[in-house]
T-cell receptor, first 115, second 115 residues
């Protein structure tokens, strides 16, 4: 079965702290894609990153970085020097290559960054 | 810019009413989706469509139907609304790509309350 687990329901930090959001996935497929989406209070899910199962390189984009480790089936997301604007719900999702259309979402992690 | 528009942001309906949630995308995408988002459950797929007049059930289709008469428009229908359908509904679209590399774009969501 395919599954995505985000064990952290809610995280609160103070501005400028670093924070890591955990994501663990389950699949027996060898080819798959992992995603992170951000959902600000406005409601719209904003695409952040896609990573395929063959590419275990970590990615950095500004204050955001992602650590993909197949050995532990994890795809963790770190925000460096967090800001109030980072406050949102963050979703990790899995898509299988043979089913290009369905995303399997985790339950989300609500991040609150206080000034 | 990519745009997925959900016509109603907030709706309050009575039990037993027929409810239409409308979604329009301006990107000429073949794929369209309806998800439901509930606290602690993440996003769950209700229905999706690969093309005009085509539809497929997602993970939780019971109590819902859909209509796709035009490529840009995908409607979610609650034939007889019930209180357990109170939720946030998210529409999404994507181009038909290869190997799951295409990005799925989401609308801002429709908050439905059934009383």
């Amino acid at each position: 079965a395919q599954k995505v687990t985000q064990a952290q329901t809610e995280i609160s930090v103070v501005e400028k702290e670093d924070v890591t959001l955990d994501c663990v996935y389950e699949t027996r497929d060898t080819t798959y894609y992992l995603f992170w989406y951000k959902q600000p209070p406005s409601g719209e899910l904003v695409f952040l990153i896609r990573r395929n199962s063959f590419d275990e390189q970590n990615e950095i984009s500004g204050r955001y970085s992602w650590n993909f480790q197949k050995s532990t089936s994890s795809f963790n997301f770190t925000i460096t020097a967090s800001q109030v604007v980072d406050s949102a719900v963050y979703f990790c999702a899995l898509r299988l290559s043979y089913n290009t259309d369905k995303l399997i979402f985790g339950t989300g992690t609500r991040l609150q960054v206080f000034p | 810019d990519v745009k997925v528009t959900q016509s109603s942001r907030y709706l309050v309906k009575r039990t037993g009413e027929k409810v239409f949630l409308e979604c329009v995308q301006d990107m000429d995408h073949e794929n369209m989706f309806w998800y439901r988002q509930d606290p602690g459950l993440g996003l769950r797929l209700i229905y999706f469509s690969y093309d005009v007049k085509m539809k497929e059930k997602g993970d939780i289709p019971e109590g819902y139907s859909v209509s796709r008469e035009k490529k840009e428009r995908f409607s979610l229908i609650l034939e007889s609304a019930s209180t357990n359908q109170t939720s946030m509904y998210l529409c999404a679209s994507s181009i038909q790509g290869t190997g799951g590399t295409n990005t799925i774009y989401f609308g801002e969501g429709s908050w439905l309350t059934v009383v």
